[in-house]
């Protein structure tokens, strides 16, 4: 079955780094789009950062434009988020995300608390 297992996440001082990893399984990883969404408690899921199947088309929210790079390596079946310069508003739970089949599927999330 389809599954993503997302990690990376921990506490980090405004201005620090993160490198979230989304690892899929039970698919052909190398022929999907894949998304990194965060959400906080009682706000509406956002759309963070896209990238393409080769990895060559990459998509941002303006939040993190600049700040956040998406990647992935196809070998290893991993999508990645190397966040920057993170603020106390980057603070959620980061979630994984393709559509397969025609289907939305998503890892358990992994959070991120950016607080001095």
């Known amino acids: ?19 979230l990893s989304c690892t899929g399984s039970g698919f052909t990883f190398k022929y999907y789009y894949v998304k990194w969404y965060r959400q906080v408690p009682g706000k509406e899921r956002e759309l963070v950062a896209g990238i393409g ?3 060559v088309y990459t998509d941002y929210a303006d939040s993190v434009k600049g700040r956040f790079t998406i990647s992935r390596d196809n070998n290893k ?4 988020l190397e966040m920057s310069s993170l603020k106390p508003e980057d603070t ?3 979630y994984c995300n393709a559509k397969v089949n025609g289907y939305d599927y998503w890892g358990q999330g992994t959070q991120v ?3 001095s």
């Open 53 to 55: 199947n080769t990895g």
């Open 1 to 19: 079955q389809v599954q993503f297992v997302e990690s990376g996440g921990g506490l980090v001082q405004p201005g620090g780094s993160l490198r």
């Open 113 to 115: 608390t950016v607080n």
């Open 77 to 80: 079946n991993t999508a990645y």
């Open 92 to 94: 959620a739970l980061y």
